[in-house]
């Protein structure tokens, strides 16, 4: 009877116990350090002060003009293949659209009537020389970019284009269409290589009968822009 006394005593004296620490926890009896631990907010790590820097906006040159020259072959359809040279004028409308004037010379040889004949000729010394004026619209269908080397890049572009003009040619002047495509790598942000191959169609009756003469020309040229 009295070992289950101690055992009843026991249990109350801890159930008690229990009940107070519960009790001072509910009315914020709780040790002070405990309480201010959970009442202040944790301290600032991280200092959000940045310094502004200045920046100055660099003013572009947006080198619209392109201006060179270039040299090359041309064939003269029945009068053969002769040295080109000549000079252009690019504006750039859009990065794709330009308008480009040209200038160049070829000088014909002799055809193969010339030759066999043993002195015949069609056309004059002075007529040979071959001059041609155009003006021109381009489209630039593959812009992209070269590496060479490691950190390397240039720009490049692949372009369509066509265009009128007159050619003066066997003493007269001749109304022309000309097409073809080029390919532009800049060597520098203002100094340019092209290689060209372009086709000068005109009519032509030297020979008895009219027909479209077909005279292409490859060359290769520098320009600057501006």
């Known amino acids: 009877m009295e070992s ?21 926890n509910l009315f914020g009896w709780g040790e002070p350090a405990a309480r201010s631990s959970l009442s202040e907010p944790p301290g600032q790590v ?34 053969g293949t002769d040295l080109v040279y000549g000079v252009r004028f690019a504006y750039h409308v859009t990065e794709g659209f ?20 043993g002195g015949a000729r069609l056309i004059s010394d002075s007529e040979r020389d071959l001059y041609y004026y155009n003006l021109n619209v381009g489209y630039n269908v593959l812009p992209g970019e070269v590496f060479i080397g490691e950190g390397r890049a240039y720009n490049t572009s692949l372009y369509l284009i066509a265009g009128l003009g007159s050619t003066e040619f066997a003493g007269d002047d001749r109304f022309t269409v000309n097409v073809g495509l080029g390919y532009r790598f800049l060597l520098t942000d203002s100094i340019a290589l092209h290689v060209d191959f372009r ?17 292409p020309e490859g060359h290769i040229g520098f320009t600057v822009f501006f």
């Open 4 to 24: 289950r006394f101690r055992v009843l005593f026991l249990m109350t004296t801890a159930i008690g116990l229990s009940g107070c620490a519960a009790t001072k």
């Open 199 to 215: 086709d000068h169609l005109y009519d032509i009756d030297l020979l008895g009968e009219e027909k479209t003469a077909h005279n």
């Open 46 to 79: 991280i200092d959000p002060e940045v310094e502004r820097r200045e920046i100055k906006e660099p003013a572009i040159d947006r080198e619209d003009f392109e201006i060179g020259a270039f040299a090359g072959l041309m064939n003269i359809e029945d009068f």
């Open 98 to 117: 330009f308008v480009e004037a040209t200038a160049g010379h070829s000088r014909a040889g002799l055809t193969s009537f010339e030759v066999l004949s």
